[in-house]
Structure formats: C-alpha cells, structure tokens
C-alpha cells in the first residue's frame, strides 16, 4: 500500500474510542509502527517543547530513541538550553507529527534525567562521529566561527585516537513519563478526530475531544 493509500484510508476509517487501546502506549506502537511501514523520514523525530526560567516557551526537534510503558528517552548535552530548562522544570511536552499520515501525537508529562549507565549503553551505540560531536560541541553557547567547531572536533578526533570514545559527562538521556497523551487523525471537513488519555494514579482514562 502506498502513502497515498494509507493516508485516505487512515482519514476515512478515522478514531473510533472504542477501538483504541487501553494503554496509550499501545495504541502510540501501533501508530508509530504505521509511520514505519509508510518508510516516512525519522518518524521518531519529535519536538521538544520546554518554558524557560522567565516563562518563555520554546520546542525543537530531537530523536526519540525509546519508549516503553516508563515513557519516551532522548538524548541531549545537558548543558544545552533544553537541558537546562528540563532540569528546572521537570517537566515537557513532545509532539510527533506524522503529517502525510495526517496524524498527529502530542504528550505531556514529567522528566528525569535516565541513569547513567542507560546513557553510556546508548552512546557506545552511536557512530563514531556522532561522539566525537557529543566531545566537540558547546551546545548552545555563542561560537565564533564554524572553524572553531571544527578545529575542536578535529582536535578531540586526533587525541581520541581509534580506541573507544567514552561518554561526556554532560551528555545524556531524559525520560518523559507521560501524564496524557492525545492522538490526532485528520478527517475531511476539519471534523478531525481526537483521543485523550489522562493518567489517573496507575489507570489511564481516555475521552473524545472536540476538534
């Protein structure tokens, strides 16, 4: 079935309450395996939206690596303005937006830093330049010039050597244990479809949103 196939046929079946699992999180597989199977780009990107220490809101993209009935783990430098914000909040929200599925999953919930030894298992997986980067970027502080960032990532290549690169010690994964979770299905006419499960001690309720 192609894209255009899948599409048409995810907006005419459309959400039916019934029909959706009782875990939000089963339910988020099985649409993130759909977005799989449409071979749609990095459908574990997600954004990350945070609220700055004056109240500021402000959302980028991040890869999502896992998530399990705990909640949703990415990985940043934790001295990045993100981190920053996590760490003093404790709290964020992700949007996935498979749009040419017209399907959208947004979700709040509260943040931990991962145990360091989920982070060191994570980044020994990483390609050999992607930890080199990890070492090499000041993540959002003010540079002078890109020769700066590549003479620094040249500079900790060389001294790495071809042995194993270890973790930075100010890199490293955030969970974000959900507290609802909504899935959005386009529909023809804007009736579009919208399922929120709200987290109600260790249950999950679910309810039809208007669009």
């Known amino acids: 079935m192609d894209l255009a196939d899948r599409r048409e046929q995810y907006e005419a079946q459309g959400i039916d309450i019934a029909d959706v699992a009782a875990d939000p999180i ?14 749609l780009w990095e459908p574990n990107s997600t954004v990350v939206s945070t609220v700055d220490a004056e109240g500021w809101p402000t959302a980028r993209y991040v890869l999502m690596k896992s998530f399990d009935n705990h909640g949703f783990v990415f990985f940043t430098n934790y001295t990045s303005d993100k981190a920053t914000a996590l760490d003093k909040t404790g709290r964020a929200g992700l949007t996935f937006g498979w749009l040419p599925l ?3 999953v947004r979700i709040v919930g509260s943040v931990k830093r991962v145990a360091e030894t989920e982070s060191d298992e994570y980044f020994a997986l990483r390609p050999r330049n992607s930890q080199i980067g990890a070492w090499a970027s000041p993540q959002s502080q003010i540079v002078e010039s890109r020769k700066y960032l590549d003479d ?8 790495e050597g071809p042995g194993t690169v270890e973790r930075p010690p100010h890199w490293g994964g955030y969970r974000v244990a959900p507290h ?9 006419s804007r009736m579009h479809d919208r399922i929120r499960y709200t987290r109600v001690g260790d249950t999950w309720t679910k309810a039809r949103l208007a669009p």
């Not at 339910?27 to 993130?32: G, S, T, V």
């Not at 620094?152 to 001294?159: E, F, G, K, S």
């Open 26 to 39: 089963e339910q988020f597989e099985a649409w993130y395996r759909d977005a799989e199977a449409a071979d």
């Open 102 to 104: 017209r399907r959208q």
């Open 152 to 159: 620094r990532y040249a500079a900790i290549d060389q001294d």
């Open 180 to 188: 609802s979770i909504e899935f959005w299905q386009g529909r023809p």
